[in-house]
């Protein structure tokens, strides 16, 4: 009888216990599911052919865009409105920071292609392409739009989202910012969060 | 180019207006006005609407079919094409159009591309995306920019990479000038405007 008592007043207990671990986690839970998770771990691979992770840029503000080589405008604008931010940025801000470029065409941007046209817009810009299924998984933790559409002559281009992407030197998502700042805006708004 | 409509509309008759904009063109290019009599004519002594009519009309058929024909009157400025990352094979070219007579800019192509089109860029909530233009509307005294993230000549297939202090060479056809030849110097890969 009083084993069985016991027992009763152990899983009551247990439910107690079980209700305030529900209630301290609960808010944490509410928060995470309403702030979006954005960006995670990946494996691509750089302009060498090396295999890289996220792991890799620790350490360093990362502003990560998505995009591809046969983007004759979009692309290169953003690109070279990055490099003309970082030109106004303190040369130390400048050492803490990495942008990389992550294909969305990976059946075209092989890793010496997307490598060299990244490193033209300067020297803190690495060009990351993979597998299809690695560039989809990195796609959909960083939640980005990416779609072929074809074009007249058999060509096509690829539909996808044009926002930069700011990760702190733990890894961690930041802020997004829209491409179409100018440069002088994009470079307050790196130093305004720190960057 | 500035280069505002010097005289008032017709009402109804666009057609002829746009016919006597085409004749004021050579002065605007600095060359000679065809013709001078007719316009002023059409213009001064418009006795009745028949006669000026006509006078129009002749305007129209002697004039106005051979000088487009013959030279565009689509003009061209501010040309430039943005240089190409190591092993790129596509590239974009800029520029500046305007005219005196209303128009469409309907073709492209280049020497120095396997294939040239007409693109838009379009921004929308964050996404970005190509589409094929098939014309570019020119209206009459306004300026139609080309620029980065907009319309642009998409080149595909390049010849060869494209190099600052280079010139990419792009021809353009009309519905109604003339094709206009033109020669876009290369800005480096990180410019997004035409040289200064």
Redesign the interface.
């Known amino acids: 009888m009083a084993t069985r008592q016991g027992i009763v007043a152990l899983i009551a207990g247990g439910i107690v216990l079980l209700g305030l671990a529900v209630a301290a986690t609960l808010p944490r839970l509410t928060q995470a599911s309403s702030a979006p998770s954005i960006g995670g771990p990946f494996t691509l691979v750089d302009g060498a052919g090396h295999s890289v992770t996220d792991r890799d840029y620790r350490g360093k503000w990362r502003l990560m865009y998505f995009g591809y080589t046969h983007c004759p405008d979009a692309c290169p604008t953003t690109l070279s409105d990055i490099g003309a931010a970082l030109d106004k940025l303190p040369a130390a801000a400048r050492q803490k920071l990495v942008v990389l470029f992550v294909t969305v065409d990976p059946a075209r941007d092989t890793p010496q292609v997307i490598g060299a046209y990244a490193r033209a817009f300067g020297p803190e810009f690495v060009g990351l392409t993979a597998s299809q299924a690695a560039i989809t998984a990195v796609e959909q933790s960083f939640r980005v739009y990416a779609a072929r559409h074809e074009l007249k002559g058999g060509d096509y281009a690829m539909d996808h989202s044009s926002i930069i992407y700011v990760m702190d030197p733990d890894g961690h998502f930041v802020t997004v910012l829209d491409d179409s700042l100018k440069p002088a805006d994009l470079a307050q708004h790196l130093e305004q969060l720190g960057a | 180019m500035p280069s505002t409509p010097r005289r008032t509309l017709i009402p109804g008759g666009s057609s002829v207006d746009s016919c006597l904009a085409a004749l004021t063109l050579p002065p605007l290019r600095g060359g000679p006005l065809p013709l001078p009599q007719a316009r002023e004519r059409g213009f001064r002594q418009p006795s009745n609407s028949a006669t000026f009519s006509i006078i129009a009309a002749l305007a129209f058929s002697v004039l106005a079919a051979p000088a487009g024909a013959q030279q565009p009157t689509v003009a061209v400025h501010d040309a430039w094409a ?1 240089a190409t ?8 070219v800029y520029m500046t159009l305007s005219t005196p007579v209303s128009d469409s800019l309907i073709g492209v192509s280049s020497p120095d591309a396997g ?1 040239a ?1 007409l ?1 838009r ?1 379009m ?1 929308m909530n ?7 233009v098939d014309s570019v509307p020119i209206q009459a005294g306004r300026k139609v920019i080309l620029a ?2 907009g319309i ?1 000549v ?3 297939d390049l010849k060869h990479p494209l190099m600052p202090g280079q010139t990419v060479e792009v021809d353009l056809t009309f519905s109604n000038s003339a094709s206009v030849h033109v020669k876009a110097p290369v800005q480096p ?4 405007a035409p040289p200064a």
């Open positions: 943005r990352a190591p092993g790129q094979t596509v590239g974009a294939a089109m693109h860029t921004k964050g996404m970005t995306g190509m589409s094929d980065p993230n642009h998409m080149l595909m890969i990180t410019a997004s």
